[in-house]
């Protein structure tokens, strides 16, 4: 099928990657002219396993093509699908305006029948706000060309975005007559075939309830993770393993184990303003969504747990403190730095005078640029930072190592030359990634989330 995409970013170039590998004809357009020309060499913006490969292998096939030539996109893909940005504005609700500035590209230059395709997290009514946005140009026009407006979020984790876009739990559709009806029901059908061979994987649903659908995913996994990290920090001052707890219950089946990791707090491009987006869908509604106040507030916290560890055991003044920081990235297997808890870290500890030396397996680059923005106002403070090429260069000298990523390769360091390197050897470990009986055997000083601490006898 020929399949346009608008938006290259995460979700875009994945999703344009992957249609393309199962044979669609797809055109990736953005506005971004750098980043075009680099997919056009050959380079990807971002780091996501395996994008490389799928990417250069479509291209040199023909299916995929990169481009900034709006008019030409529109008239390339049957299925329009928009995927940009919708960041948070200043009143935490989903930021629309490239949604509709793409809407408003399709219906300027559409020549005939097309499904335009919300990939994007939008709120409930935005496909028919799209819709209008569409009717307005057709109309300015003098044209009454067909189409329809479906729903179909996504629901890909970064580092793992193929896998989950090849092999989906679930593909959620919103179609209904008001939007679009049978013959988008069966181009959209017909495009996730492939999806679907090993089982039917597809809800249909109305648009409005797909929409939905999104932000109320997002929102229960979020309030699983704000409500571990509540547990574990009770469970520090009553002396209770919460990794116990987890194993406890995640074996309830109506529980289960994903996403009960108490940790520094949830980052990420997607649930910090997803929560925050549901709540202004509610505040609009004049409902109050209470639960997910207070799993903002949570997770608010929760990213300076870590540090209130460090300045209780180092003390406020920091000053002639040095610490080693293994991650920066949101979560392992990204360079994603958006709503990464190490930048809540690096702020307590640098503003109070500490030095730091960091290191993160693919996220230096990123960290680096968003970092320079998050100390616009006191670039003296980036100073103190030293970025590092490896995990154990990062460790020489330091008062204690921190860590706020769960990257593989810091699961089984070298405990004795952790200890070797070190000044003292304490460890205050964000992402809950070693055993405290393993830890105190070692003779190290360790401070989990939630893991009674064990001191160093
Ligand atoms: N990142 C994820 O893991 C993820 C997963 C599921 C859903 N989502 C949702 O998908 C959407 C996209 O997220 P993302 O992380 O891919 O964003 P992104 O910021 O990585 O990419 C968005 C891209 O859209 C481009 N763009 C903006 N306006 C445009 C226009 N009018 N025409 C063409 N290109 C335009 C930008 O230049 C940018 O390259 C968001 O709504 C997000 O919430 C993201
Ligand atoms: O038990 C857990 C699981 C995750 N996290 C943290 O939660 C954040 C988000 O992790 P994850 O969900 O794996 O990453 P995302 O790539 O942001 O993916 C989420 O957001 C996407 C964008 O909407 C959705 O498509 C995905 O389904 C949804 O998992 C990260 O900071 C993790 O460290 C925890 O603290 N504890």
């Known amino acids: 099928m020929k399949v346009t995409i608008i938006g290259t970013g995460y979700v875009g170039l994945v999703t344009g990657a992957c249609l393309a590998e199962v044979g669609n004809e797809v055109f990736c357009l953005d506005l971004d002219q750098h980043k075009v020309d680099l997919l056009n060499h050959g380079v990807i913006p971002i780091h996501e396993a395996g994008l490389e490969e799928l990417v250069a292998r479509n291209r040199a096939s023909g299916r995929l093509i990169f481009s ?62 799209v819709r209008e946005v569409i009717l307005e140009q057709l109309a300015a026009r003098g044209s009454t060309i067909d189409f329809a407006v479906v729903s179909n979020p996504e ?20 179609c209904d007559e008001t939007f679009g009806g049978q013959r988008a029901r069966s181009m959209m059908k017909q495009l996730y075939l492939p999806f679907n061979r090993n089982r039917e994987r597809t809800f249909w649903m109305d648009v ?35 990794e116990a707890v987890r194993h406890g219950i995640g074996s309830d089946p109506r529980i289960g184990y994903s996403f009960l990791y108490a940790g520094c707090g949830y980052g990420g491009s997607c649930f910090p303003k997803d929560v925050q987006a549901l709540r202004h869908t509610g505040a609009q509604y004049d409902h109050k969504m209470q639960i997910l106040q207070a799993v903002a507030e949570v997770n608010e916290r ?42 809540a870290l690096l702020r307590q500890l640098l503003k109070r005078g500490a030095s730091v030396a960091v290191y993160d397996p693919v996220a230096t680059k990123e960290a680096r640029r968003v970092l320079q923005e998050d100390f616009a106002e006191m670039p003296h403070l980036l100073e103190q930072i030293r970025f590092c090429d490896s995990a154990l260069q990062a460790l020489q000298d330091a008062d204690a190592l921190a860590i706020v990523t769960e990257w593989k390769a810091f699961r089984s360091p070298d405990l ?32 989990g989330i939630g893991r009674t601490a064990i001191k160093h006898t």
């Open 208 to 242: 409005r309830s797909a929409e939905f659908t999104k932000y109320a995913a997002n929102a229960m996994l979020a309030t699983r993770i704000s409500f571990m990290n509540e547990l574990a920090n009770l469970a520090d001052k009553v002396g209770v393993d919460i």
């Open 416 to 447: 004795n030359q952790i200890k070797n390197l070190l000044k003292e050897p304490v460890i205050f470990d964000g992402r809950n990634l070693f055993e405290p009986w393993a830890m105190a055997n070692a003779g190290i000083e360790y401070h």
């Open 155 to 174: 629901f890909l984790k970064e580092g793992a975005a193929i896998e989950d876009f090849m092999r989906p739990d679930r593909i959620v559709i919103g």
């Open 302 to 343: 929760q990213k300076h747990v870590l540090g209130r560890k460090i300045i209780q055991r180092f003390g406020d003044d920091l000053g002639r403190r040095h610490f080693a920081i293994w991650g920066l990235a949101f979560k392992p297997n990204t360079d994603d730095m958006r709503y990464a808890p190490s930048r």
């Open 68 to 129: 900034s030539d709006i008019a030409a996109s529109v008239e390339h893909g049957d299925i329009q699908f928009i995927a940009v940005g919708t960041p948070p504005d200043k009143d935490g609700a989903a930021d629309l305006q490239y949604v509709f500035a793409a809407a408003r590209h399709i219906g300027k230059y559409m020549d005939g029948y097309k499904v335009v395709v919300d990939k994007s997290t939008v709120p409930v009514g935005t496909a028919h706000r």
